[in-house]
């Protein structure tokens, strides 16, 4: 899920105007009781919550895209991950939910990846129409409740071990982005 | 998801992103009824519409798609369709199909669980369309659906220890179903051995 990167000068079809990355730097154990939502604030010191994203055009949309993975038990596993906004009065919105399972009876295998993408329009959510939007944005994840997660974002083939993963290969697991898109994006039509 | 697009320096006019749309379902569900066969996702055959920029174009196109699961198991595949012509219905051609698939399948042993969610990038450039400057192309994701006649689960939902046939509310929705394709130059992009799919068969 390779992502673009802004270039120094305009093109002729506006693109990218900003863009921001959350991401942690390692795996997690995320195995809270299941059944129920959990902020994500708590887990790697805090990288994926309560961030803030400031606008910088008038007008903007903004693409949200956010994935996780998680590792496999020797049973099953099973959750999914919310998309959270503040909207302008300072209540919490669910964007999106995206989720993600994998099974085997008696041996431990790689786990699964969820992808999430919306388009976010912040005027719908009270926001004004120019520059300069203080955006906040969280997740919420839900370990299902006979599937509780145990390792999140650590990559393993054969164990669900507390460890960064088969090949020191722990990054890539757990992100959000934010890309700031021209307005000319949000309609389904370019002309 | 996103391709890492170079744009052209700043004394150039033109450069590798002609034109971009993006088409997001938002919190909207659908399910497939149909087995062996293919069917319109939201029966909505313009997802998008590009205008074209510049005759003979390349396509970057992207998608993440999103099902819920059933109690048991589901199966089914997701493939991109276009059509194309001199004006805004984009409707002088038949429906191609560029063979641009997705498959999702799930399964425990009895449990509703949560679904899968994933996304495809590809790069395509239909030159037997002849498309020239002016011309308009629509796109739309179609779904095939397993045998098993039971395996229609909601799509954009993605819920636990329900089943996912119903519409689950706004708790669990939104986020998976996002189309986005942009027109790109092909002078600007470089694709490796030449590989890019030039597919311009019926659907």
């Given at each position: 899920m390779a992502r673009r990167v802004p270039a120094p000068a305009p093109a002729s079809a506006a693109d990218v105007e900003k863009m921001s990355l959350s991401q942690p730097s390692g795996w997690a154990q995320m195995n809270s009781s299941a059944g129920s939502w959990h902020w994500v604030n708590p887990w790697w010191s805090g990288a994926m919550g309560d961030i803030t994203y400031v606008t910088a055009t008038d007008n903007c949309r903004l693409l949200i895209k956010w994935q996780y993975n998680h590792s496999h038990g020797d049973t099953w596993r099973s959750g999914c991950v919310k998309q959270m906004m503040k909207d302008a009065s300072g209540n919490w919105q669910n964007l999106g939910n995206i989720g993600s399972s994998s099974f085997i009876s008696g041996a431990s295998t790689s786990g699964n990846s969820a992808f999430g993408c919306l388009k976010l329009n912040p005027q719908s959510y009270g926001f004004g129409s120019s520059a300069g939007q203080n955006l906040i944005f969280s997740q919420q994840f839900r370990p299902e409740r006979n599937g509780n997660w145990s390792i999140m974002a650590s990559f393993a083939v054969n164990n669900e071990s507390g460890n960064n993963g088969q090949a020191g290969c722990t990054r890539g697991g757990w992100s959000m982005h934010v890309e700031e898109i021209p307005l000319s994006h949000w309609n389904a039509q370019n002309f | 998801m996103g391709r890492f697009v170079l744009r052209k320096p700043a004394e150039s006019s033109s450069g590798a992103i002609l034109s971009s749309a993006c088409m997001d379902k938002e919190k909207n569900v659908w399910k497939g009824t149909t087995n062996n066969s293919w069917e319109t996702c939201y029966g909505d055959e313009n997802l998008i519409t590009l205008k074209i920029v510049k005759n003979n174009p390349l396509f970057d196109i992207e998608w993440v798609l999103g099902t819920d699961h059933v109690a048991t198991w589901n199966s089914q595949a997701f493939r991109l369709i276009a059509r194309y012509g001199t004006n805004s219905s984009a409707n002088d051609s038949a429906w191609k199909g560029p063979n641009i698939m997705d498959q999702h399948g799930t399964w425990t042993d009895g449990t509703s669980v949560c679904g899968r969610s994933s996304g495809i990038v590809h790069l395509w450039r239909?030159?037997?369309?002849?498309l020239v400057t002016g011309n308009y192309i629509k796109f739309a994701i179609q779904r095939w659906g397993d045998s098993s006649g039971t395996n229609h689960p909601y799509m954009n939902q993605s819920t636990e220890y329900t089943d996912g046939t119903q519409d689950n509310g706004d708790e669990w929705q939104g986020g998976s179903f996002f189309l986005r394709v942009r027109e790109l130059d092909p002078a600007f992009v470089t694709c490796r051995a030449n590989q890019i799919n030039t597919s311009t068969g019926n659907a």
């Open positions: - | 239909p030159t037997g369309f002849n």
